[in-house]
């Protein structure tokens, strides 16, 4: 069996949390405090960085900043996490982001749906190869 341990998480425009980073350093760690103040979100991008669902074990949920019940658009929602693996450090990203393309002779950028990169110790990888070192 492999000793996986978490030695940081870092959210950055994760369901409404600007930035933040959980600096485990492979301990146990407890979140605490009142509702609505980001325990379950922390959650919620760990879950999703490795298996695209949330703590309730959906795969479609809300992970983009809302500003006044709207949307903010034009935001990179990622989530990073540092494991250690039987002592090894393995980084672990993935950014979900809007796809933006303006027509030649337009004015305006339309959206044209979302892409989602994952990235393995910085390079550019396919979701399959994050879930298999899980």
């Avoid at 980001?38 to 919620?44: A, E, H, P, S, V």
């Avoid at 982001?97 to 959206?111: L, Q």
């Avoid at 979302?114 to 979701?127: E, L, M, N, Q």
Wanted: hydrophobic share 35%.
């Amino acid at each position: 069996m492999k000793d996986i341990r978490l030695m940081k998480l870092v959210l950055t425009n994760f369901k409404g949390i600007k930035q933040f980073e959980l600096p485990a350093d492979g301990l146990d760690i407890k979140a605490f405090g009142d509702n609505a103040t980001g325990k379950t979100t922390l959650f919620d991008g760990f879950v999703w960085l490795l298996f695209d669902k949330d703590s309730q074990n959906k795969k479609d949920f809300q992970i983009k900043t809302l500003q006044g019940g709207k949307v903010v658009h034009k935001l990179n929602h990622e989530v990073e996490a540092t494991l250690s693996i039987d002592g090894k450090p393995l980084t672990l990203k993935k950014v979900f982001k809007e796809k933006w393309t303006k027509k030649r002779g337009s004015v305006n950028s339309e959206f044209f749906g979302h892409t989602t990169d994952c990235y393995v110790d910085g390079v550019p990888s396919k979701k399959e190869r994050i879930r298999r070192y899980c």
